[in-house]
C-alpha cells in the first residue's frame, strides 16, 4: 500500500513542478484532447470557378472590394493540392483539420441537385485525412451563403433559409457522416449577423449607412435585420440538428455543435454604469445565441433593450433550439475594455449596439492590420466564464492565432509566443475542471482573411502568392507546434525568447 502512495506522491509533484515552470508539451493534456489547425473553403480552397461551383456571398463581396481585401479566386488553391497540405499536417502531429464545406460547390443553386465533382473533392478530402489518423472536423457554414438564396429570397433575412440549410445539412450527414464524427452547424453565427447586417463590414453587407456610417450598404435595416437573421440562424442550426439527431446519430456516433465568436469583457472603469454595460456585452457576445441554445430563450437584457425587434420564438421552436448542442465551438482573439454609452435615438433608429448601449475597444488607438496582443488570461476567464454561466457542456477552441502583417519572414517568434501561452492557459483551465476537449490553431496556411484579405497572416506555412506552386514554407511556429506535439525538446532559442517575453505577460496580466 505504501508503495502506492509513494508513487501517487511522486507523480502529483511532478505534475505541480510542469505547472509551475515554462515547461510544456503534449504530455500534460490527455490522450484523447485535440490539437489541430483550421481552414475555411472560401480561404483557403480557390478554384473558385472550376467544376461547378457557383459564387457564394464572400465572393461577391471580394469582386466588389478586390483591391484592399483580394479574391478567392486561387488563395491556397487547396483544391488541387489537399494531399500536399494533409502531408503537412500529418507530419506535424495533428489529430484533427477543421475545414469547412462550401455549400455553393456541394449544391451550386443552394437547393436541389448536388455536384458530383464537389462531392467528389469533399470525400477525396476527407478520405486522405482518415487515412493519415486525422479527424475531420467539419463546418457547414463560414459566412459563404450561396449567392443564389441571397438573389432569391434575401438568405438569412428571410425563414425560406431554414428549410434549405436542413436539406444541404442532410446532404453532408448523408454523404460523408460515416467518417465525420463532429459537426458545427455554423462559424460565429453571432459575428456573422452582426458584422454582415448591422455594421455592414461582411457579406452580404446590408446595413442602415445613415445610422452605422461605416459600410456603404446599398440595403439592409440596421435596426431590425440583425436580430431577424440571428434568428433565423438558430432555427435553421436547430433543425439540422434534430435531423442529425433523429436520423444519423445513433448509426453514425457523431457529435453536433455550433461555434460562436468569444471575447474577454472587462469595464473601462469601476462605476456602476460601466460594470453594467459589461454585463450587457456578455450576454450580447455569449447570451444573443447560447441562452436560447441553453434556456430556450433569449437574455433578459436582449429582450429588454431591443424591445419588438426581436423575434420571439413559439413553444415548439424553444423546444427545438433548447439544447440543441452536444458541444460548442468558440473563436477566442481578444480581450476588451466596455464602457457605457446610452444613445439618445428613438428604438426604431437604434443598432444592436445603442440598444444595449455600450461600446467596446479591444485594441485601444491601433487597428486590425497589428499582432493580436498576448493575453492567454482572458480566454481563461472566458472558459470559466461559460462553465460558471451556462454548465460544463463539452468546449473546443476551434478558433485561436495570432495576426500579423503578411510578410516573407518565417521567424515568426511573436506566435510561437501567443500559442505557448494560450495553449497553457488551456492546460490551466482543464486543470481547473473546464471540459475543454481541443484546441485548433488559426490557421494551418497563410490564407485569405475575410476583412484584411492578403495583407495580415495567421499561418503556421508562409506562401509566396507570386510563386505560381505555391510552395509552403514552415515558420517558425509551424516547427514550435510540431515539437510541442512530438515532446520533442524545444529549440533554446525558443526557450530563451519564451522566458525573455514573460515578465511583459506578467506586468500586462
Known amino acids: 500500500m505504501w508503495i502506492k502512495v509513494l508513487l501517487a506522491t511522486v507523480i502529483l509533484a511532478l505534475v505541480n513542478s510542469a505547472s509551475a515552470g515554462d515547461t510544456l508539451n503534449r504530455d500534460d493534456f490527455p490522450p484523447d484532447f485535440i490539437f489541430g ?5 472560401y480561404q483557403v480552397e480557390g478554384a473558385a470557378d472550376e467544376d461547378g461551383r457557383t459564387p457564394s456571398i464572400l465572393d461577391v463581396l471580394a469582386l466588389d472590394e478586390n483591391k484592399t481585401r483580394g479574391y478567392g479566386d486561387r488563395t491556397c488553391d487547396q483544391y488541387h ?9 500529418a507530419n506535424m502531429g495533428l489529430n484533427a483539420y477543421r475545414f469547412s464545406i462550401s455549400w455553393s460547390r456541394l449544391i451550386p443553386n443552394g437547393k436541389g441537385a448536388v ?20 479527424q475531420p472536423h467539419v463546418t457547414l457554414h463560414h459566412s459563404d451563403l ?16 431554414v428549410k434549405d440549410f436542413e436539406a444541404y445539412a442532410n446532404v453532408c450527414f448523408n ?15 453571432n459575428i456573422f449577423v452582426l458584422c454582415g447586417y448591422d455594421l455592414g463590414m461582411l457579406p452580404p453587407q446590408r446595413c442602415s449607412s445613415s445610422i452605422i456610417g461605416i459600410a ?26 434534430a435531423l442529425y439527431r433523429r436520423k444519423y446519430q445513433e448509426l453514425q456516433r457523431g457529435f453536433i455543435g455550433i461555434n460562436i465568436f468569444t471575447m474577454d469583457f472587462s469595464p473601462l472603469t469601476n462605476t456602476t454604469e460601466d460594470l453594467s454595460a459589461t454585463q450587457r456585452a456578455q450576454d450580447f457576445n455569449l447570451g444573443w445565441f447560447l441562452n436560447p441554445i441553453m434556456f430556450g430563450e433569449y437574455p433578459e437584457t436582449l429582450k429588454r433593450s431591443a424591445g419588438w425587434k426581436l423575434p420571439s420564438f413559439t413553444k415548439a421552436e424553444s423546444n427545438m433550439v433548447k439544447g440543441s448542442i452536444d458541444f460548442l465551438g468558440i473563436n477566442f482573439y481578444y480581450t476588451c475594455h466596455v464602457k457605457n454609452y446610452p444613445s439618445s435615438l428613438p428604438m426604431g433608429d437604434r443598432d444592436i449596439l445603442a440598444d ?22 482572458g480566454l481563461k476567464n472566458l472558459l470559466e466564464l461559460l462553465r460558471n454561466s451556462y454548465g460544463n457542456f463539452p468546449i473546443y477552441i476551434h478558433e485561436n492565432g495570432q495576426q500579423t502583417l503578411r510578410d516573407s519572414s518565417l521567424d515568426d517568434w511573436s506566435r510561437v509566443i501567443f500559442m505557448h501561452e494560450y495553449i497553457k492557459s488551456v492546460l490551466d483551465s482543464l486543470r481547473n475542471g473546464v471540459n475543454v476537449r481541443g484546441y485548433f490553431v488559426w490557421s494551418l496556411l497563410d490564407l485569405l482573411e475575410i476583412i484584411t484579405g492578403y495583407q495580415t497572416s495567421y499561418g503556421l506555412y508562409y506562401i509566396d502568392l507570386n510563386d505560381p506552386n505555391l510552395k509552403r514554407q514552415p515558420k517558425l511556429s509551424a516547427k514550435w507546434y510540431s515539437d510541442f506535439l512530438h515532446n520533442r525538446s524545444m529549440n533554446p532559442k525558443i526557450t530563451t525568447e519564451l522566458e525573455k517575453s514573460a515578465p511583459m505577460l506578467s506586468a500586462a496580466a
Open 81 to 89: 493540392n489537399y494531399k500536399e497540405d494533409v502531408r503537412l499536417m
Open 146 to 161: 450561396p449567392q443564389a438564396l441571397e438573389d432569391e429570397y434575401g438568405g438569412w433575412v428571410s425563414r425560406r433559409v
Open 175 to 189: 454523404e460523408f457522416g460515416d467518417r465525420v464524427k463532429h459537426w458545427t452547424t455554423m462559424n460565429e453565427a
Open 115 to 134: 455536384n458530383p465533382k464537389g462531392l467528389e473533392y469533399y470525400n477525396n478530402l476527407i478520405n486522405e485525412l482518415i487515412s493519415h489518423d486525422i
Open 37 to 41: 489547425a483550421g481552414t475555411s473553403a
Open 356 to 377: 444595449l448601449a455600450f461600446i467596446y475597444s479591444c485594441f485601444g488607438n491601433a487597428t486590425f492590420a497589428v499582432e493580436i496582443p498576448v493575453r492567454p488570461w
Open 216 to 241: 456603404n450598404c446599398s440595403k439592409g435595416n440596421s435596426s431590425t435585420e440583425p436580430y431577424l437573421a440571428a434568428h433565423n440562424m438558430l432555427l435553421a442550426h436547430a433543425s439540422a440538428t
